[in-house]
């Protein structure tokens, strides 16, 4: 059945093809959205060339190594992700709304849009979002110059995208697995989904997860390696800490998962029998694997939110954050404990009860940690001045909705509970309680709290508030009724259901979904109305929120090198403290020539060579994966012949950039906290010195 | 008569944990209960003091104290690392206790003698093997009350998972392996069971009704199955082993006249649930032609290469 040439890829691989033979609503919705891909795909390419913006994509983003523009692309790609994530739940929601003795999309088709909304949602919304902030904004905390591998960092980017890319494919040529994010075999061995469904799913985790893996590399070496003179660990900022945390947890958890999926491959193209039924394939080690991923995953997603959250509310308050150390030694408690967990996602395999004790309490002891922090953040609240910005309201949605996801998951922990409601939508409900709240609320959070920094203009308030008040709603109008759901017994992953019961609260998530739907449609206004306004919201100056830490001490947006002059640092909250002394805005003794990374290609080409090769591998187009290989391997060696990576960049252009920002500073008006949102804040923040009962009468 | 029986019972069909069958079920509930109340006492504080601590310390709160420095205090830390230590070290006591107490392997208290039944997931149904009674049925598990049933599960296809929400927990049931699960019904009833595992198309409807009868109505019904059933041969069990919903089997094993989706067999040929667990564990290949569930299944090959 296979050709030399398209291997096993043909007009029938194609889904606008089906929709043309049989056109139903499955079949239309389908194609509808391959179409969409193909459209967007061409439009994108369309737009570029009619503004000629080919040239400075290339030279200022494609080929950048500055970290800066890395963080920038990757939340762009999580962000055009969110969109497809948010719009395959709406559609889900929409078939169980309607799903009393069947709805209007296939089983098929439903499998495929919960197994693509998870593996989207996971790794190429909240990952990329997660590295693209770390990335952004972790150099700048601890003052350094760029990530201390600048090169591979563009590639971890690069494999990502394939991932995401490879994901995209599947909309229009082929079908994605129906195996769920988690993508248990024997369901997704060669003898039940033949099809090039697992494949996909395959090549776009261990591509992804392999960039991922280096990321985490590049990030720990970073904080160890990079940090500005002076800059102790127990000196760094909360959000440095959890990323030490999350860098640890994605060296050791993500080749759990990569050599999970790489078996799988080896029982489907090489007729293994790790995971198969007969020969002694055994699919529980798949799981094992699988959650030993798994469970550090979430916490990996969690953990830098919560060191956003721990930015933001300090700064807000304008408070120093409570209790630093318990915060730190909390961050350092749920990294290890999460990886001592995994068994509680089988407690229902039929292991003994004392194994099932021992998962359930490590479980349960993650609570401790995670109540701490959640107390800290309120201690930090107190005796502050708290501004209800838009960061502030994502926080206060978090207060409550993850405290009630943490309730749900001490219930969870539990094994004798786990029983009853284990892939059940009391499930669902659950992670998508921690993971909404939790990772995305502070993630969007931390975008509008850093957007100002990167682009050197603020994000417009009001549209802000309403994304931000209408995701509070619409998640707990979709997720909090699943678990009355899942308690009585209404399985995941199910296309239809029989109990009339149901349908109502179905009709409510469907209002739920409606609203982040909104929400969504909120933050691209949002970005649409800031870009429009963008000389009435500038902050140039770089220090819109009178910021703690050392990012917001350099202009908005900061210049390539960062730093003019490496920060001397002497205390925790540098800046913050800098600025109640008044030490800033200092002219330094001396500048000296900077020594910045090249740009290179070497991440395009691993781009869009590992997405070919992904893309024959999942079709069986042999001569080109071995080609796109080939070229890759060829290109990364060739590199490493290239002798001068780096340029300089000469001390009097950068004493001349970092001079007329200091006068531009100097001439500001400090403005008052009172005027954070309007025009007049352009990024001076004035000293609000601390009051006590007395003089505040 | 029996069809009256089953569709009474099924009227009132209990299918969560939250209407309690069974002591297990029962069990289960009072311990959601009972985390709900220790974890409220973490998390009820949390809920007060955000809507006062925003109120109270407004940036246009002027009179409200500002100490933008205080960063300690040793009495709070000890509360914020103590409470909840206390509240998970009770809720650790009692899950080792309830995890133990509630054993899925173990059998429940009760002063009748166990029933044994053996159950084979299979796509998209249940198929319930009655050793000691030589009769088999699929999607229809029928027992006496207050009797502890012994299930042993396999599946003949990919991983599901099996759940009875009203009478106990789910066990997972995987190819070539045997995982133990045991119910007791307290009174007569009909309660709900499903495969929570996704495992293809029909996955939404592979769901069964779980029979708590008076000792002396299962007995008429295993009489009932015994003489109205067809046998169970390697045959039928080879098209019942085909993926489709349990009314596609019945209407393909001419079974029609019971309640949807439910099949009798009056006799079981040989050991088949052994059989079953033990049809991957030859030391040779099994080509997908002859795996139940597997894309190219067929009846046929499965049947050729069992009877040589």
Request: proline share 6%; charged share 15%; aromatic share 12%.
């Given at each position: ?7 096993r890829?043909d007009l ?10 049989t056109?139903?609503?499955s ?9 969409a891909?193909?459209?967007?795909g061409f439009?994108v390419?369309a737009?570029l ?7 400075p ?5 494609l ?13 762009a790609l ?16 929409s ?24 593996t ?9 979002f997660?590295a ?13 110059r760029?990530m201390?591998?600048p090169?591979?960092?563009q590639?971890?980017?690069g494999?990502?995208?394939t ?11 082929g079908?994605f697995s ?21 494949d996909?799913?395959i ?15 590049n ?17 760094m900022?909360i959000?440095?800490w959890?990323v030490?945390?999350?860098s640890?947890i ?7 998962l ?14 293994f029998?790790?995971f198969?039924?007969d020969?002694?394939?055994?699919m529980m080690?798949y799981?094992?694997?699988?959650w030993?991923?798994?469970?550090p995953?979430?916490y ?14 300090p700064?807000?308050?304008?408070k120093r ?17 999460s990886f ?19 998962f ?12 701490v ?7 930090t ?7 209800m ?11 409550y ?5 943490g309730?749900?998951g001490?219930?969870l ?5 786990s029983?009853q409601?284990?892939n059940?939508?009391f499930?669902?409900?659950h ?9 995305l ?10 957007f ?7 994000l ?11 995701w ?6 979709t997720?909090l009724p ?9 399985p995941?992953?199910?296309a ?11 009709w ?9 739907l ?5 933050l691209?206004v949002?970005l ?6 963008r ?16 990012e ?7 210049p390539?090198y ?16 800098a ?6 805005f200092a002219?330094?003794?001396?500048y000296?020539d ?6 290179t290609a ?9 997405t ?8 069986w ?22 002798v001068?990576?780096t340029?300089?960049?000469p001390?009097?252009?950068?004493a ?7 006068a ?14 309007r ?16 003089a505040?009468e | 008569m029996?069809?009256c029986?089953?569709?009474a ?7 969560t ?19 709900l109340?220790?974890?409220?006492i973490?998390?009820?504080?949390v ?23 205080w ?6 830390e000890t509360?914020?690392w103590?409470?909840?230590l ?9 899950l ?12 429940i ?12 997931g ?6 319930f ?8 049925t ?16 396999t ?10 929400s ?7 049931t ?8 045991h119910i ?6 009909s ?9 293809g ?13 008076a ?16 046998p169970?041969?390697q ?11 349990g009314?596609?089997?019945q209407?393909?094993?001419g ?10 067999f ?7 649930f ?6 991957y564990?030859?030391g040779?290949a099994?080509?997908?032609s002859?795996q ?9 090959t499965?049947?050729g290469?069992q009877?040589?």
């Amino acid at each position: 059945m296979t050709d030399t040439l398209f291997g096993r890829l043909d007009l029938s691989s194609l889904s606008l093809w089906h929709a043309i033979q049989t056109p139903t609503p499955s079949e239309l919705i389908a194609a509808g959205a391959a179409m969409a891909v193909i459209l967007g795909g061409f439009g994108v390419l369309a737009l570029l060339t009619w503004f000629r913006l080919w040239g400075p994509l290339w030279r200022n983003w494609l080929t950048s190594v500055d970290h800066k523009r890395i963080g920038i692309m990757y939340c762009a790609l999580a962000l055009i992700m969110l969109a497809r994530g948010v719009i395959e739940g709406v559609l889900m929601r929409s078939q169980q709304a309607f799903g009393l003795h069947g709805g209007f999309l296939t089983p098929e088709h439903f499998s495929q849009l919960f197994s693509t909304h998870g593996t989207i949602m996971i790794f190429f919304v909240a990952m990329p979002f997660i590295a693209g902030v770390i990335n952004y904004v972790m150099p700048l905390q601890i003052g350094a110059r760029d990530m201390a591998f600048p090169v591979m960092n563009q590639i971890s980017l690069g494999l990502t995208a394939t991932g995401a890319a490879l994901v995209m494919i599947s909309l229009v040529l082929g079908q994605f697995s129906t195996g769920g994010w988690a993508n248990y075999p024997p369901y997704t061995g060669a003898d039940f989904q033949p099809g090039p469904g697992p494949d996909y799913w395959i090549w776009s985790i261990v591509l992804a997860g392999i960039g991922t893996t280096l990321s985490g590399i590049n990030f720990a070496v970073t904080i160890y390696k990079e940090r500005a003179p002076g800059m102790q660990f127990l000196r760094m900022p909360i959000f440095c800490w959890t990323v030490i945390c999350t860098s640890i947890i994605m060296v050791f958890a993500l080749p759990p998962l990569t050599v999970a999926a790489l078996m799988l491959a080896a029982d489907r193209y090489l007729d293994f029998h790790f995971f198969t039924n007969d020969l002694g394939g055994n699919m529980m080690n798949y799981v094992n694997l699988f959650w030993l991923f798994g469970h550090p995953e979430v916490y990996l997603l969690v953990i830098p939110c919560y060191g956003i959250f721990s930015e933001v509310i300090p700064t807000f308050s304008g408070k120093r954050i409570y209790g630093y150390m318990s915060m730190v030694y909390a961050t350092m408690s749920i990294a290890v404990l999460s990886f001592c967990v995994w068994l509680h996602h089988f407690f229902t395999m039929g292991q003994s009860a004392n194994i099932n004790a021992a998962f359930g309490i490590a479980s349960m002891a993650i609570a401790v940690p995670t109540g701490v922090k959640t107390y800290n953040w309120l201690a930090t609240l107190f005796r502050g001045r708290v501004r209800m910005t838009v960061p502030m309201i994502y926080a206060i949605g978090f207060f409550y909705l993850f405290v009630i996801g943490g309730l749900t998951g001490v219930m969870l922990a539990n094994p004798v509970i786990s029983y009853q409601v284990h892939n059940t939508l009391f499930l669902v409900a659950h992670f998508h309680n921690v993971i909404i709240p939790g990772v995305l609320f502070g993630l969007l959070a931390g975008y509008h709290f850093w957007f100002p920094k990167a682009f050197g203009f603020r994000l417009d308030e009001r549209w802000g508030r309403a994304a931000a008040c209408l995701w509070i709603a619409g998640f707990s109008f979709t997720f909090l009724p699943l678990y009355w759901l899942g308690l009585q017994g209404m399985p995941r992953r199910s296309a239809t259901f029989s109990d009339p019961a149901f349908q109502p609260v179905m009709w409510l998530a469907l209002f739920g979904a409606a609203l982040i739907l909104a929400a969504l449609t909120c933050l691209a206004v949002q970005l649409w109305v800031s870009i429009r306004n963008r000389d009435h919201l500038a902050v140039p100056l770089g220090d819109p929120w009178n910021g703690r830490a050392l990012e917001w001490s350099i202009p908005s947006p900061p210049p390539a090198y960062n730093f003019a002059v490496l920060p001397q640092v002497a205390a925790r909250d540098d800046f913050a403290m800098a600025k109640a002394d008044g030490r800033t805005f200092a002219e330094p003794d001396a500048y000296e020539d900077i020594e910045m990374p090249d740009n290179t290609a070497i991440g395009m080409i691993v781009c869009v060579c590992a997405t070919l090769m992904g893309l024959a591998l999942v079709f069986w187009i042999w001569w080109l994966a071995v080609l796109s290989f080939a070229v890759m391997l060829v290109a990364l060696i060739g590199r490493t012949f290239r002798v001068v990576t780096t340029h300089v960049i000469p001390a009097a252009e950068i004493a001349a950039a970092h001079r007329a920002w200091l006068a531009r500073v100097q001439a500001a008006p400090a403005v008052s906290r009172r005027d954070e949102t309007r025009e007049r804040n352009r990024g001076r923040a004035m000293l609000e010195r601390p009051t006590t009962p007395e003089a505040a009468e | 008569m029996a069809g009256c029986l089953v569709l009474a019972a099924c009227s009132q069909t209990r299918d969560t944990f939250l209407v309690p069958g069974g002591p297990i079920a029962e069990a289960q509930r009072a311990e959601l209960i009972q985390i709900l109340g220790w974890t409220l006492i973490a998390i009820v504080p949390v809920f007060l003091l955000v809507p006062i601590l925003l109120r109270r310390y407004r940036y246009g709160n002027g009179s409200a104290r500002y100490t933008p420095d205080w960063e300690r205090s040793p009495l709070l830390e000890t509360l914020m690392w103590g409470v909840p230590l206390v509240i998970v070290t009770i809720l650790s006591v009692q899950l080792y206790r309830t995890t133990h107490a509630l054993d899925p392997y173990k059998p429940i208290a009760s002063g009748n003698p166990p029933l044994r039944v053996d159950v084979v997931g299979l796509d998209w149904k249940f198929l319930f093997i009655y050793p000691d009674l030589g009769i088999a049925t699929v999607n229809e598990l029928a027992f006496p009350e207050e009797t502890s049933v012994a299930l042993d599960l396999t599946t003949d296809t990919v991983m599901q998972s099996f759940l009875i929400s009203a009478l106990a927990g789910q066990i997972y049931t995987m190819p070539g392996m045997r995982t133990r699960l045991h119910i007791l019904a307290d009174d007569p009833g009909s309660f709900e069971g499903e495969n929570t595992q996704f495992n293809g198309d029909g996955f939404a409807d592979q769901k069964f009704r779980a029979i708590a009868m008076a000792p002396t109505d299962f007995d008429a019904w295993a009489a009932r199955v015994r003489s109205g059933g067809q046998p169970l041969t390697q045959a039928s069990y080879a098209e019942l082993a085909e993926a489709s919903s349990g009314a596609e089997a019945q209407r393909r094993l001419g079974a029609e006249g019971l309640p949807e989706g439910v099949v009798h067999f009056s006799s079981v040929e040989g050991d088949l649930f052994e059989t079953i667990l033990h049809r991957y564990m030859h030391g040779t290949a099994v080509p997908p032609s002859a795996q139940p569930g597997a894309v190219g299944y067929d009846p046929q090959t499965t049947l050729g290469k069992q009877t040589q």
